[in-house]
């Protein structure tokens, strides 16, 4: 890891998508951090509905950062991901380039209702049971994630190797973390034989450089197609993988 200069705080779980994203872009970059887990939806101390947080994060989402040297809090995990990269001049990950960074950022803005939807639709179903998400929400949303896969095979993938072009960039990091986790590999919740450029895809992003760490909690949960973890399975999950970043981390 460089040195600890500018040391940033992470709120999040590591088995939040968002927060895997900008986690993975930060081990990557070999950049320090602390991770501060911060519970979603929860207005306990550490929730990310407590008042304490909201201060930070209006929205009461994670992930959120804050610099400690100077104060500045962001959230929203895309534009965490462009600030870094801008900030860092991280240019193999959000290329300066006009047109890439704009293609880049086209599929930044195209997720929220697209790839984002495998959460909604599919992983918080089984996972987050307690939202009790109704049934037609659930149907659009497997039906918007059905659909950009279809895009990012006929399109997206079709004529390179990655969304942006010929290098794995930030798109990739964002749109991975949502449509990997249905992958056999993880939760089992979607069946991509259909597509053999997004299955190609999802292959060359889990050889990708600290994919393993950063998705460890996910892995940790096993396939869910057919049974539910417990609320104490994703607690010692996010611990282990809290846990492992940090001594990936040396802290
Ligand atoms: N658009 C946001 C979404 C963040 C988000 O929905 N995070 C979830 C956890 S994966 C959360 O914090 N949920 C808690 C809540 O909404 O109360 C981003 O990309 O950062």
């Not at 195209?110 to 992983?123: C, K």
């Not at 997206?156 to 290098?167: H, M, N, Y």
Request: net charge positive.
């Amino acid at each position: 890891m460089n040195d600890k200069e500018d040391n940033m705080i992470l709120y999040g779980v590591p088995i939040s998508q968002p927060v895997r994203a900008v986690i993975w872009t930060l081990l990557l970059k070999g950049q320090d951090f602390e991770l501060i887990m911060i519970n979603p939806g929860s207005k306990g101390d550490m929730g990310s509905r407590h008042p304490n947080y909201l201060r930070k994060s209006p929205s009461g989402t994670i992930p959120c950062i804050e610099e400690r040297r100077t104060g500045f809090v962001l959230s929203e995990a895309h534009a965490i991901l462009c600030y870094l990269c801008r900030k860092n001049s991280w240019h193999d990950l959000y290329p300066s380039e006009l047109r890439t960074r704009a293609k880049i950022d086209s599929y930044l803005h195209y997720h929220h209702r697209g790839a984002r939807d495998a959460s909604l639709g599919l992983f918080a179903p089984k996972v987050r049971k307690d939202l009790n998400i109704p049934e037609l929400i659930q149907t659009i949303s497997i039906s918007l994630v059905t659909r950009t896969i279809k895009v990012l095979e006929s399109a997206w993938l079709a004529e390179s190797p990655f969304l942006a072009g010929k290098e794995m960039t930030i798109a990739d990091i964002a749109a991975y973390v949502e449509i990997g986790q249905l992958h056999p590999r993880f939760t089992n919740l979607f069946d991509f034989n259909p597509y053999p450029n997004v299955c190609t895809w999802l292959d060359r992003m889990a050889n990708v450089e600290h994919h393993d760490n950063v998705h460890a909690s996910l892995l940790a949960l096993g396939q869910i197609d057919k049974k539910s973890p417990t609320i104490e399975d994703i607690k010692n999950a996010n611990k282990m993988g809290h846990a492992l970043i940090n001594k990936i981390l040396g802290r």
